[in-house]
């Protein structure tokens, strides 16, 4: 059945007709919706954020969930979840007892608070204690929370190019923000001297970042670290992709002095790194005083997070088998990264793409945007991520990143270089 995309506040905006099927979810999120027309509609509205306003078109379009067998899922976020060359095993099961079903503890198992602690001080010698470890079912929710509780009149900076439902959170929560400099003007690497400098402001920075895969680390993460450890200063630095820096991991952790005396949020997940997404585990390194605050949070708010979750990941945690899921993605996604860079530069993609994540951020070649890109590539089952939808000023199409693409290598085996590349020189 064809429908005219009508309602003005449904994620599909702008698109003249798609295609769905009664049965398909897109339905709820796609026609014009009953409840928003309705005067005693008590919730607000809002769209889904961009990863899935691109699933739900590609779900209209090709009657397929992207990442489906016969998908390509280039606009998709996640690792593969399976055992990587050099990397280790994933475990296939874990015994829960009788105590496993008892509600947890509001902060997290201590187990899983204790290997995470030690995990930071092996590989980048610091001296947290479990007390400076919140767990949270997964990275965003550990955003969300930092995001939710940030004290009236502190002003958050955020790079203009960034992790997509940033964007979305700040919409939703209704904080002011200030825009970080960060465009093909200078090659999406701003530096410390593009940050505003007054007031008391909060940084929100997903290092390495998604989508441009920049990365600081060494001397300059140092700086960065140094200038918001500072009183009236805070940062959110955002790890998911630790592990996927060329030709090591990074980590805040290893430039933080005392992380008790800062305003500093260290987030990482079991997500990427860990190639367990379902698990639905993340984490904040902060200062004791907002860990009980997330314990109190949690305690009426979230209740905690599945235990079998969590035993889950403990044993992902050895020092051993960390340090070998540690080389092995770092070394596989390095590897990975630097072909499908070639293949896209050869096809005339223009390349921005730093040394960490499992993206390509690239302009397409001519005039092309990204939603166009995206309509050519939905009759071959692929989809990117449409660069509008990581421009934290939202400006659309025509906007500096109307052209801009994130292309996710993050779920695709080695073996599937040729047949992708393919694909795209077909529709570029
Ligand atoms: C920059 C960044 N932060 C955090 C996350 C964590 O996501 P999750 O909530 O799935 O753990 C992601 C996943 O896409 C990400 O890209």
Not at 159 to 187: C, F, K, M, Q, W
Request: net charge neutral; hydrophobic share 40%.
């Amino acid at each position: 059945m064809r429908l005219p995309a009508a309602n003005p506040s449904c994620c599909c905006r702008g698109s003249a007709e798609i295609e769905v099927t009664e049965s398909s979810s897109v339905l709820a999120f796609c026609l014009p919706s009953p409840v928003a027309s309705l005067p005693r509609a008590m919730l607000r509205r809002f769209p889904p954020m961009g990863v899935y306003e691109t699933l739900f078109r590609f779900a209209a379009a090709t009657h397929h969930y992207m990442g489906d067998p016969g998908t390509h899922p280039w606009a998709q976020g996640f690792p593969l979840t399976t055992q990587i060359p050099g990397g280790p095993t994933l475990p296939d099961s874990i015994a829960i007892s009788a105590g496993d079903r008892m509600y947890p503890k509001a902060d997290g198992q201590p187990p899983l608070r204790e290997a995470i602690a030690n995990y930071y001080n092996t590989f980048y010698g610091s001296k947290i204690t479990p007390d400076n470890v919140a767990v949270f079912a997964g990275g965003r929710p550990a955003i969300f929370a930092i995001l939710a509780f940030l004290e009236k009149g502190v002003r958050v900076a955020i790079e203009e190019t960034e992790y997509t439902p940033y964007y979305d959170l700040l919409e939703v929560l209704g904080r002011e923000h200030t825009l970080i400099a960060s465009h093909t003007g200078n090659r999406f690497r701003p530096t410390l001297a593009d940050h505003p400098q007054g007031g008391r402001v909060l940084l929100i920075k997903s290092n390495p970042c998604n989508p441009t895969g920049v990365t600081l680390h060494g001397d300059e993460l140092g700086k960065l670290v140094a200038h918001y450890s500072q009183a009236g200063r805070g940062a959110l630095i955002d790890e998911a992709y630790e592990f996927f820096h060329s030709p090591r991991p990074v980590s805040a952790m290893e430039f933080i002095k005392d992380i008790d005396s800062t305003d500093l949020f260290v987030v990482g997940a079991a997500t990427k790194g860990l190639q367990c997404p379902g698990m639905r585990v993340g984490w904040v390194i902060a200062a004791k005083h907002h860990i009980e605050l997330f314990r109190n949070y949690s305690s009426f708010g979230m209740g905690g997070v599945s235990r079998a979750s969590q035993l889950y990941v403990t044993q992902l945690l050895t020092t051993e088998r960390v340090q070998q899921a540690r080389t092995a993605i770092a070394k596989f996604y390095g590897d990975q990264r630097q072909r499908y860079g070639e293949g896209l530069r050869k096809l005339g993609f223009e390349l921005y793409t730093g040394e960490g994540g499992f993206y390509h951020w690239a302009r397409l070649p001519g005039s092309l945007t990204g939603d166009a890109f995206n309509e050519r590539l939905f009759a071959h089952k692929a989809g990117i991520l449409p660069g509008r939808l990581c421009d934290m000023a939202r400006r659309g199409e025509v906007g500096p990143l109307g052209r801009m693409v994130r292309f996710s290598f993050g779920p695709l085996g080695a073996e599937s270089l040729q047949d992708d590349l393919a694909i795209l020189a077909k529709c570029v």
